[in-house]
């Protein structure tokens, strides 16, 4: 049985400008103020950490507008900590109808997951479980990320967050 081609779709790829690396490092940099951490830290601790400040913000009361600097913030480290842990790499991606942005993308181009708007989703309460609750799935996710390149997917750059 002859195997069928897989099914691709118009992604544009660019590089990020220095201008998004910068802004991209400098909200790292504040979110490991926030955490007291020193930048020497196992990236897997890190996401930890990351997991439970999120956890203390969401019950706490936070604007809106806190709640999206944060996003930012935490977002960039735990992206950064996704590039350090599974040599992902920051991207700029355009699918073409309309959605695009800053992701992460796998070495193989198999999969990519937006970071800043996968915290933003969280810090929101838009991240909804089975149940129906906003679930908190920093470290979850990044822990799937494990060897996830070994399931190649349908097609190239499967979001996943």
């Not at 929101?124 to 822990?143: E, I, P, S």
Request: one cysteine or more; aromatic letters at 10%; proline letters at 5%.
């Amino acid at each position: 049985m002859e195997k069928q081609p897989k099914e691709e779709r118009a992604v544009t790829v660019s590089p990020l400008t220095d201008e998004i690396s910068k802004a991209l490092q400098e909200k790292e940099q504040e979110a490991k103020v926030l955490l007291k951490l020193s930048g020497d830290e196992a990236p897997e601790l890190v996401v930890e950490n990351i997991k439970n400040f999120v956890k203390t913000l969401l019950l706490q009361g936070h604007s809106q507008e806190d709640l999206k600097e944060y996003a930012l913030q935490f977002g960039a480290l735990w992206g950064k900590m996704v590039i350090k842990e599974y040599s992902w790499t920051w991207k700029h991606l355009d699918f073409g109808d309309g959605i695009q942005g800053i992701y992460v993308v796998s070495p193989n181009s198999f999969y990519c997951c937006p970071p800043l708007f996968f915290l933003n989703k969280i810090l929101m309460g838009q991240n909804k479980g089975l149940d129906g609750n906003n679930d908190n799935t920093v470290l979850l996710l990044f822990n799937m990320m494990n060897n996830i390149e070994k399931q190649e997917p349908p097609r190239k750059f499967q979001t996943i967050s």
